[in-house]
């Protein structure tokens, strides 16, 4: 009898097969079979964010296969994003966009319409046929706190600092952040920590529910694809369906939630019986 430690027994490590879908404007989206990773690209400028970034983060949004049951948002070097690239401040702005002055002086539509196309970058990780997990180390702060937000989940390295530093700047965070961090906090924590602009530790991030775990910065990628792989191993048609039915608890009261759970368990069921559409 083989011992069962001949090569010939050991279960082969299959490599991932990595398709780059994706590669402009310090964004990064490449595909490994039912698991997407979308990577910020730019760490020399502590992957700072601009209008083209966004762009190309809703391009990402858009170009995801079907196939794709997980997408990992992660950053290339010591921060997952130091927030708004500073140089939009600026009279000129950037290269080929209108400056925020330039917005500022515009009317109301066209800045509403500026901002609402911005904020597309931000919405397309809580839809319902993927799970979005957020990667991150180091600085996040403004707008990156926001892009860590805009995910389903967030696993964090013990050096990440988040925060949210637009009120001190005399703005407001608008690119989605608010929505989940009062979900994830509460009102009094997220009032706080925009108005102060302090930063949230991992520590921190964990207790109150804004991380779902913190490991040792060496251990952030393995952590994540572990939680990729425990996501896979449930049904699809089943995440999809428990998925929603939590997005979707905060605006139903107790009975409607009720209703929308017996309305899920029975199409669950008669797929699971072959009667389903």
């Known amino acids: 009898m083989a011992s069962p430690d ?27 079979d039912a698991v997407a990773t979308v990577t910020l690209t730019n760490p020399a400028k502590r ?3 601009s209008p083209a970034l966004w762009r190309a983060l809703a391009e990402a949004g858009r170009l995801l296969p079907g196939s794709v049951r997980v997408v990992l948002l992660r950053a290339e070097g010591k921060s997952f994003s130091a927030g708004l690239d500073r140089q939009a401040f600026t009279p000129e702005g950037f290269d080929g966009e209108p400056s925020f002055l330039d917005l500022a002086r515009g009317d109301d539509a066209a800045l509403d319409a500026a901002i609402a196309e911005y904020q597309e970058a931000f919405t397309w990780w809580r839809r319902s046929d993927v799970v979005s997990v957020a990667v991150v180390q180091g600085h996040a702060i403004g707008a990156g706190f926001q892009l860590a937000l805009a995910c389903d989940l967030r696993v964090v390295a ?5 925060a949210m530093r637009e009120t001190s700047l005399g703005l407001v965070p608008d690119l989605t952040g608010t ?3 009062v979900g994830l906090v509460g009102y009094a924590r997220a009032l706080e920590i925009c108005v ?3 930063f949230v530790t991992a520590e921190e991030a964990v207790a109150s529910g804004l991380a779902n775990l913190a490991v040792p ?16 191993a449930a049904p699809r ?8 039915l939590l997005q979707g608890a905060r605006e139903r009261s107790y009975e409607e939630q009720r209703a929308a759970e017996r309305q899920a368990q029975a199409r669950r069921l008669r797929d699971l019986a072959g009667l389903g559409e």
């Open 179 to 181: 929505h989940p961090l």
């Open 6 to 32: 001949t090569e010939h027994d050991l279960e082969p490590v299959r490599e991932p097969v990595l398709d780059t879908v994706l590669d402009k404007d310090g964004v990064r989206l490449t595909v490994d």
């Open 196 to 198: 102060t602009g302090r």
């Open 47 to 49: 992957n700072a964010q």
């Open 158 to 162: 013990d050096d990440v600092q988040f």
């Open 237 to 244: 048609s089943a995440v999809i369906e428990t998925k929603a």
């Open 217 to 232: 910065r060496d251990q952030l990628d393995a952590a994540a694809a572990d939680l990729a792989s425990a996501v896979l």
